[in-house]
């Protein structure tokens, strides 16, 4: 990967992305590279940081991170992808091999679930067609609420505006992020 297109602010930080960030980030963890480039612009920084989708939703956490690391791997977003997976794959129960399946073109050859696999293939249909087929929408509406799907919709759409950004940027992997390779 080349440089970063665009080097990151440094503190101190204006008093909104200062506020920001210590809303998001754990205590005594650095802001991630992301925030601090996007903190180039705060307007930009402060509108993406208040539609972030990474608080108590309707959905579990579990199909949160499949829906997010399954939407980084397919736009190419290792750096997101490997934020997450670091920071989430314990908590949401994602394993060595889950991980592996989240890296998988067929959903059919992953260990999940089908529920599980009806996200995978949502994400891959949504980054594919930017849409969704009747026959895949109709089995999912079978296992999740309107307001499920809105939100599993408007997480997979968020992830790829984090996933354009990241790769336009040309942010390189934070040094605690797990790699693509890593789940080979």
């Known amino acids: 990967m080349n440089e970063p297109r665009i080097l990151p602010a440094e503190p101190p930080y204006a ?14 963890v650095p802001p991630l590279l992301l925030f601090r480039t996007l903190a180039v612009n705060e307007r930009v920084f402060l509108r993406i940081m208040a539609g972030g989708l990474l608080d108590k939703g309707s959905i579990t956490l579990r199909e949160r991170e499949i829906v997010i690391d399954r939407t ?14 670091a920071f989430f794959a314990a908590r949401a ?9 989240l890296c ?8 999940f679930a089908l529920r599980e696999r009806l996200l995978l ?19 999912l ?8 799907l809105v939100e599993l919709v408007a997480l997979a759409g968020f ?3 984090i996933a354009f950004a ?12 797990a790699r693509f390779a890593d789940a080979q």
Do not use: K, S
């Open 15 to 28: 008093e909104p992305v200062e506020a920001a960030l210590a809303r998001i980030m754990p205590a005594g």
């Open 72 to 85: 980084c791997w397919r736009c190419g977003a290792e750096y997101e992808w490997g934020v997450h997976v």
């Open 93 to 101: 129960t994602l394993g060595a091999d889950d991980i592996r399946g």
């Open 104 to 111: 998988t073109d067929d959903p059919a050859a992953t260990p």
């Open 121 to 139: 293939r949502l994400c891959d249909e949504l980054h594919a067609t930017a849409t969704v087929g009747d026959g895949l929408w109709d089995a």
């Open 141 to 148: 509406a079978a296992e999740w609420t309107p307001a499920q």
């Open 159 to 161: 992830y790829h505006l």
């Open 166 to 177: 990241v790769n336009a940027l040309r942010l390189p992997a934070e040094r605690f992020a």
